[in-house]
């Protein structure tokens, strides 16, 4: 079965990331170049150059076209091939792949699997990242662990308390159980907090230094996807539980199936022109989610070096991520059915593969 889902839609980078030069990244094993066209229209291509497979990135656009490092030759944003030096007679299968993209609430979007299928309704909501009446703060990590580590660990927010002691952690949290609840392929957790320690974050933004109400509402959208809304109040105070203090919304898109790139934004609708409740969320969420890729990372580690190759446990706390984990699986394992038949199609283009060819 392939490690990763294809027919999908994965964040690919921000649009903060994306400058005048094409930028190449990895997803799911697959080299992807990204590039910008001189209309603005964003586009991916493989970064594999079908003339000699040198990357693409490694060029420069050119207009609405990408032109290749190597030799010169240029490729639309739909892989067509537009221009050869010398004008070198080409064949029409001379292209680029091609991989429906769309630009949307500041973050770029790629569809690696059937194009017919990439209905853009199908990309999560992010839009509190533009939305008039809200801020936020942004960033992207290179974690290297799988991307699955990832997503257990932001549906298990019982390890804000030993993980994120300075930021965080509070008391309540993991004492109090996580509520799970399964709808279709989405999951929703929720962990409701009465009374308890407040934590370093809220101390910091919010100024609540006593004792506070606190709520954690999760949901996780497959393949990729966690909106976690976090909030707190004054215990017993007349501010309407669930108000959210503030939004992360994570993207977790897989590298390989040893790293992951991890896209975020902290967002908030309250103290919209207040720099320092800013600087608080950016410099914590930062430093909190660099605690995280750390654990990842070293828990990465020893699960590949573990000789017995004992699978991970679940507790009562990790519902919500073994929930999501088994929805991976289950689309999976469809995607691989789906599919089948393509088998023999492609074991028969993998046997030509490698002999010379003439564009
Ligand atoms: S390898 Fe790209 S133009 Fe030759
Ligand atoms: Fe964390």
Redesign the pocket.
């Known amino acids: 079965m392939a490690p990763f889902l294809c027919n999908q839609w994965y964040t690919a980078a921000t649009s903060a990331e994306l400058g005048a030069k094409p930028l190449a990244r990895t997803i799911c094993n697959e080299p992807l170049v990204i590039f910008r066209a001189q209309e603005g229209a964003v586009a991916v291509l493989t970064d594999r ?1 079908p ?4 990357p ?1 990135s490694c060029g420069e656009v050119v207009g609405n076209d990408i032109q ?1 490092g ?4 240029r490729f639309a944003a739909d892989g067509a091939c537009t221009h050869v030096p010398g004008n070198v007679p080409i064949g029409r299968n001379f292209r680029a792949r091609c991989f429906p993209a769309r630009e949307i609430h500041g973050l770029i979007f790629v569809w690696l699997g059937e194009p017919s299928l990439a209905d853009p309704a199908l990309i999560p909501d992010f839009s509190e990242n533009v939305k008039p009446g809200w801020t936020g703060v942004h960033g992207t990590l290179y974690v290297k662990g799988n991307y699955q580590l990832l997503i257990d660990n932001i549906l298990d927010l019982t390890h804000v308390v030993f993980v994120h002691k300075t930021t965080l952690a509070g008391s309540g949290v993991a004492e109090t159980p996580l509520e799970v609840d399964i709808d279709g392929d989405v999951v929703r957790a929720q962990r409701l907090m009465h009374n308890v320690d407040t934590a370093p974050i809220y101390r910091a933004a919010r100024n609540l230094h006593g004792n506070i109400d606190r709520w954690q509402f999760l949901e996780f959208r497959p393949p990729i996807y966690a909106r976690i809304t976090l909030g707190a109040r004054e215990a017993g105070s007349d501010l309407p539980f669930g108000t959210p203090t503030h939004v992360v919304l994570n993207s977790f898109t897989p590298e390989t199936e040893r790293t992951t790139h991890y896209f975020w934004s902290t967002v908030r609708s309250w103290g919209l022109d207040d720099a320092s409740v800013s600087k608080t969320y950016k410099d914590m969420t930062d430093l909190a989610f660099a605690e995280d890729a750390r654990i990842v990372e070293a828990q990465q580690r020893l699960i590949d070096s573990d000789p017995s190759g004992a699978p991970l446990v679940s507790l009562a706390f990790d519902r919500a991520a073994l929930a999501a984990r088994r929805i991976i699986k289950r689309k999976l394992e469809e995607e691989a059915q789906a599919t089948a038949p393509a088998v023999k199609g492609s074991a028969q283009r993998a046997a030509v593969r490698g002999a010379d060819a003439t564009a």
């Open positions: 150059c003339h000699r497979k040198a693409l290749c190597y030799h010169g030759i």
